[in-house]
């Protein structure tokens, strides 16, 4: 049984930071990719950043230059840093590992809350 636990989120003032990472235990053997999204209150799950395999990572527009998505296959972990944080940033965090099998399962983090005060 695969689990993903998410840590690293809280309150922040705009322009601050924060890091959130993701870590994955149980029976992943090869990742295909790994990302982060985020649900604002009201509004549907969007990509925040994702970075495939043996590729580069994909950014939101609104995110680019200030977030960056990191791994760590070893560990199984994905990260992200998140600078010059608005309030618009603000939402509950998902990581998604999507395993390398043929039948490319996802798994999903239980979410982490990010609130940025103006």
């Known amino acids: 049984q695969v689990q993903l636990v998410e840590s690293g989120g809280g309150l922040v003032q705009a322009g601050g930071s924060l890091r959130l990472s993701c870590a994955a235990s149980g029976s992943i053997t090869t990742i295909n990719s790994m990302s982060w999204y985020r649900q604002a209150r009201g509004n549907e799950r969007e990509l925040v950043a994702v970075i495939p395999s043996g590729g580069g990572p994909t950014y939101l527009d609104s995110v680019k230059g200030r977030f960056s998505i990191s791994t760590d296959y070893a560990q199984k972990a994905v990260y992200l840093q998140m600078n010059s944080l608005k309030p618009e940033d603000t939402g509950v965090y998902y990581c998604?590992?999507?395993?390398?099998?043929?039948?490319?399962?996802?798994?999903w983090g239980q979410g982490i809350q990010v609130t940025v005060s103006s």
């Open positions: 998604k590992i999507v395993d390398g099998s043929p039948l490319r399962r996802a798994y």
